[in-house]
């Protein structure tokens, strides 16, 4: 069964950082692109970021360019989410999705399907 497994969430002091990973088994990463999303209560499900399967090319929102950084090491089936200067506004569920079609998570919007999808991890950005 494909799993895609994120990790790394948790409560920290605005201004502070967090790495996310998203691990992923029984799929071969190289063929998939990779996104991160955010959501919180009330709100739909927005995308963070995302990067080719290659690693070539990356997209980050408005909201977070500059201060997290996306990264993918296939050999491990691991993709990174680097985040600094975290704000309060960044709280929320974090999830991974895979896709195939590079496009598919570039155009997301919340009719998107993607192939995979992960758990989600918490991100508490708090005083």
């Known amino acids: 069964q494909v799993q895609l497994v994120e990790s790394g969430g948790g409560l920290v002091q605005p201004g502070g950082s967090l790495r996310l990973s998203c691990t992923v088994s029984?799929?071969?990463?190289?063929?998939?692109?990779i996104g991160w999303f955010r959501q919180v209560p009330g709100k739909e499900r927005e995308g963070i970021s995302c990067?080719?399967?290659?690693?070539?090319?990356?997209f980050y929102a408005d909201s977070v360019k500059g201060r997290f950084t996306i990264s993918r090491d296939n050999a491990k089936n691991t993709v990174y989410l680097q985040m600094n200067n975290l704000k309060l506004e960044d709280t929320g569920v974090y999830y991974c999705?895979?896709?195939?079609?590079?496009?598919?998570?570039?155009?997301?919007?919340?009719?998107?399907?993607?192939?995979?999808w992960g758990q989600g991890t918490l991100v508490t950005v708090s005083s």
């Open positions: 999705a895979a896709d195939r079609v590079w496009a598919t998570l570039t155009s997301y919007n919340s009719k998107s399907v993607m192939d995979y």
């Open positions: 990067i080719s399967n290659s690693g070539g090319s990356t």
């Open positions: 029984r799929f071969t990463l190289d063929y998939y692109a």
